[in-house]
């Protein structure tokens, strides 16, 4: 299979990034983070997420983050609604995109989100019937793929019977999450093939983390089974919430270097994107996770 | 191409790694790293190199490596012997194998050895004849073969012409060398493409650094290639003389738990590597490099 001509990058820093960073930013802060990423090419970018400030302080204010950007043409704002009062909340906040997810693993939807997947799933019935009626795009995300911090192992056909509810139940795109970061090529290519047999490809994004240094190589294994969209995050904001000092979300600048260096199109400009993850980083008073940043603004 | 059974890592942390830290260390800790990297299952250790102290403080003291290591049967101890001199050295010393380097790009063969790349290939000529005489084998590197840092972009052909004269010269490896780590999937697959037309594969490796995180992604690209040496370094020592603070050579612990992961035998017990590059890396006063180090010591 010849690699994709093009890829687009669904940029999570701003929502899956902040989040999981120890100190919460201003919104002012977070609209900058915004607009500097789509003044450098980014066609999609997860704003924030619509939870209670009570229990995620990070995403406090998204409504007002959503009102302060720039809005482009033909770049997708989107957020994340858990559950219907999210997805109200988004509404009224003019979102046209959100996102739900669902974990792979059993134990993880238990001790993340206090369900089961099965009860998970059909909490978004309704959010996807509103969906509908509003004219709002879902798109869905499935945690643990490729591992489970409390299950170990978790089995591809379990990954795809799950990615296929969510396509089944209307998201146009399920974005499949290696959420601690243990995934092998292999693995990834064989997940791919699984759950591509239950979803067509190209309604499949790959979403991988850095914590064992396997993302980028992951993102090659998952570019051959011909997997054309990829989660990232501006300098790898976001750390991994299970492994403290090790790395989370795959740098979004060391993703775009990769794909330059294939010679696939992704519309995006790499040295604001690199300046974006500087300012961020500067803010967060972090130094950046993107390799291509610290070896770039070290020569 | 299937993928490799088998994988053989040459581990160079010990040479390329401590050469490129600020802080030179003792003899004793250097033998304990290269008799924990046996432990560990290592088959190939570079333990030294011998270039003057004056001008390489951090090599200081190589002989009396090679004389306090427990030498393991089966396990291959080699040593850099860059010039007739350090030959000479090295057998003194009663190392059975030695390294030689030449670049792949003029201007960093002129900066970094002062002298053109014909010229370095002249040298290595009354070396090989007196590895040859002593039963002593010898090993090829090629710097530069994805980019050179004076010159930019370097032709597959200038690397696969370097890299046949040392095969030719009698080198029973040649070692291909991202050395600034700007090389992507794509460009690794052509490179050992035009090499592997000049110099059969099987005696070809693969030396990628992580400065731009293309590491691993490259490492799978090769064994796609039907690649299956590899050169990495425990704990990502050296980091990157070129850019401060990013990092150089893939960490061998990373480079372990992929090919693990790829079902690729590599004979090496990855927690005993883990626990060499701890050591070493408190040694130092620096932290991992490796990002499977990281994940696993934050568990």
């Given at each position: 299979m010849p690699l994709p001509a093009k890829v687009r990058l669904v940029e999570v820093g701003p929502r899956d990034g902040l989040q999981n960073e120890a100190q919460p930013i201003s919104v002012a802060d977070k609209v900058r983070l915004v607009d500097d990423l789509t003044d450098a090419?980014?066609?999609?970018?997860?704003?924030g997420s619509f939870v209670s400030p009570k229990w995620v302080?990070?995403?406090?204010?998204s409504a007002e983050v959503f009102a302060g950007i720039?809005?482009?043409?033909g770049v997708t704002y989107a957020a994340l609604a858990p559950n219907m009062r999210g997805f109200e909340d988004a509404l009224a906040a003019r979102v046209k995109e959100v996102a739900v997810f669902a974990a792979a693993s059993e134990a993880f939807s238990q001790r993340n989100i206090n369900c089961s997947i099965s009860e998970s799933l059909q909490r978004f019935v309704p959010i996807m019937e509103a969906a509908r009626q509003h004219g709002v795009r879902v798109r869905g995300y499935v945690s643990?793929?490729?591992?489970?911090?409390?299950?170990g192992e978790v089995d591809a056909a379990q990954v795809a019977a799950v990615a296929r509810e969510l396509y089944e139940m209307g998201c146009y795109e399920v974005s499949l999450g290696d959420?601690?970061?243990?995934?092998t090529p292999g693995a990834t290519r064989h997940l791919f093939n699984v759950v591509g047999a239950q979803v067509p490809r190209p309604h499949l994004a790959g979403h991988f983390h850095d914590t064992y240094g396997q993302a980028l190589a992951n993102v090659y294994a998952s570019l051959l089974e011909g997997i054309n969209v990829f989660d990232s995050s501006v300098a790898g904001l976001g750390g991994c919430p299970y492994a403290k000092g090790a790395s989370g979300n795959v740098a979004s600048e060391d993703m775009v270097y990769m794909l330059q260096g294939l010679g696939?199109?992704?519309?995006?400009?790499l040295e604001r994107l690199i300046a974006a993850g500087q300012r961020i980083s500067a803010v967060l008073g972090r130094a950046t996770g993107s390799r291509v940043a610290r070896a770039r603004n070290a020569c």
């Open positions: 090419g980014l066609s999609y970018v997860e704003v302080p990070q995403m406090a204010g720039r809005q482009q043409p643990c793929v490729l591992g489970c911090p409390y299950e959420t601690i970061g243990t995934g696939i199109d992704t519309g995006i400009d």
